[in-house]
Nanobody
């Protein structure tokens, strides 16, 4: 079993910055990709950013130039640096990963989510 735990959310003013962290633990053989999604009240969950094991990144158009995803492969962690935050960035942010377990089985765990609130 693989678990993801996010941290770093909170309340920030418009234009401010936050850094989210996500730690993966458990029966991990290889993490293929890690990423971040978010879900605002009344809206569907959407991709924010993702990074493959090869370092390729993909961002939602709404966050390009403001958010940066990074990984510490040795520590099984992924980060999301969020700058120039806007009220529309307010959401619960979820970490997710594509993982092969030590049994060679693929799994796609999600974290419990961390709230980000941007006040105007």
């Amino acid at each position: 079993q693989v678990q993801l735990v996010e941290s770093g959310g909170g309340l920030v003013q418009v234009g401010g910055s936050l850094r989210l962290s996500c730690a993966a633990s458990g029966n991990i053989f290889k993490i293929v990709a890690m990423g971040w999604h978010r879900q605002a009240p009344g809206k569907q969950r959407e991709l924010v950013a993702e990074m493959t094991g090869g370092g390729k990144t993909n961002y939602a158009d709404s966050v390009k130039g403001r958010f940066t995803i990074s990984r510490d492969v040795a520590k099984n962690m992924v980060y999301l640096q969020m700058n120039s935050l806007k009220p529309e960035d307010t959401a619960v942010y979820y970490c997710n990963a594509d993982v092969f377990t030590t049994r060679g089985l693929p799994t796609g765990p999600w974290g419990q989510g961390t709230q980000v609130t941007v006040s105007s």
